[in-house]
C-alpha cells in the first residue's frame, strides 16, 4: 500500500485494506530505501553516457520513482508561499490545481540549482551510498512529524492514515532512523553522516516552518520538505 502510494514501482499484489492505513506512513521510509537503492544503482551503471545527459538522468530518477509527487508538493507550496497572503488565502493557493507565475519560477531555479548540484558531484567522483540513504532519512523525518503533528484538514489521505496509528509506529520509523544511520558510518564514516546531518536538519526546519506558515501540515507541504532536504544532502556532498 505504502509502495502504490508514494511511488511508480509496480507491486506484486495490488490491494487496499483500510485496516493497515495507519502503516502506510510507518513504511514511507521503506519505500524511500527503494527508491535509493534504484538511484544508486541506474547511477553507477549509466556513467556511459554523455555528461549532460548523465546529469539529467541522475537529476530526474528520483523525482520519476515518486511519481513527482512530492516536487508537485514544491511547487504548490512555493506558489502558496510566496503568494503571501493571509492564511486562508495561502492554504486556497496550495489547494488549487493551477500552476502559478511564483510556482514556475520557484520549479526552475529548484532544478537549476539541483543541476548544478549533481554536475558538480559527478565531476568530482562523489556518487556513493549517499544516494541510498538520502530519500531514507528524508522521509524518516517527514513521517514522524506526519503522525506527530497536526493536519491542515480534517479530511484526506493524511488523516486516513493517522487514523488509529500509535507510539508503535513512530518507534517503527524511529528503528529505521537509527539503523539507517549506524549503516551509514559502516558504509562513509563521518562523512555520510555530516551528508545525512544536513538532510535531517533541513528536512526538521523546513517541516516546523511550513506547519507554522499554514497552521498545520499537508501532503504538499510534506513533498516539498522532502524535495528540500534531499537537495541540501546533495549539496552538502558536492560542497564538502
Known amino acids: ?18 485496516r493497515f492505513c495507519c502503516w502506510v506512513i510507518p513504511f514511507f ?14 547511477a553507477i551503471f549509466a556513467t556511459q553516457l554523455p555528461p549532460l545527459l548523465y546529469s539529467v538522468f541522475i537529476l530526474l530518477i528520483p523525482f520519476f520513482l515518486s511519481g513527482f509527487l512530492h516536487l508537485d508538493g514544491f511547487i504548490d507550496t512555493a506558489d502558496a508561499f510566496f503568494s503571501r497572503r493571509s492564511l486562508e488565502e ?5 489547494k488549487d490545481p493551477h500552476v502559478g507565475a511564483f510556482a514556475v519560477i520557484a520549479l526552475i531555479c529548484f532544478l537549476l540549482i539541483q543541476f548544478c548540484v549533481i554536475q558538480t558531484i559527478i565531476a568530482e567522483k562523489k556518487i556513493g551510498f549517499s544516494f541510498i540513504f538520502i530519500p531514507i532519512i528524508s522521509r524518516c ?10 493536519p491542515m484538514a480534517e479530511t484526506g489521505y493524511m488523516v486516513l492514515f493517522k487514523t488509529n496509528t ?45 506547519d507554522r506558515q499554514f ?3 499537508s501532503g504538499d507541504l ?5 524535495s528540500v532536504s534531499e537537495l541540501s544532502g546533495l549539496f552538502y556532498i558536492a560542497v564538502s
Open 141 to 150: 523525518v517527514t513521517g514522524i512529524a506526519l503522525l506527530n503533528k497536526k
Open 222 to 226: 510534506c513533498g516539498c520538505t522532502i
Open 1 to 18: 500500500m505504502s509502495v502504490g502510494m508514494f511511488s511508480v514501482l509496480p507491486v506484486p499484489k495490488q490491494h487496499w485494506d483500510e
Open 29 to 42: 521510509p521503506v519505500v524511500g530505501g527503494l527508491i535509493g537503492v534504484i538511484w544508486y544503482v541506474a
Open 215 to 217: 497552521q498545520g501540515l
Open 166 to 210: 500509535k507510539p508503535v509506529h513512530t518507534f517503527f520509523i524511529a528503528v529505521i532512523f537509527i539503523a539507517t544511520l549506524i549503516f551509514a558510518f559502516l558504509f562513509g564514516g563521518g562523512t555520510m553522516l555530516m551528508t545525512l546531518g544536513a538532510v535531517m536538519i533541513s528536512a526538521w526546519l523546513t517541516m516546523v516552518y511550513l
Open 90 to 94: 495561502k492554504r486556497r493557493i496550495l
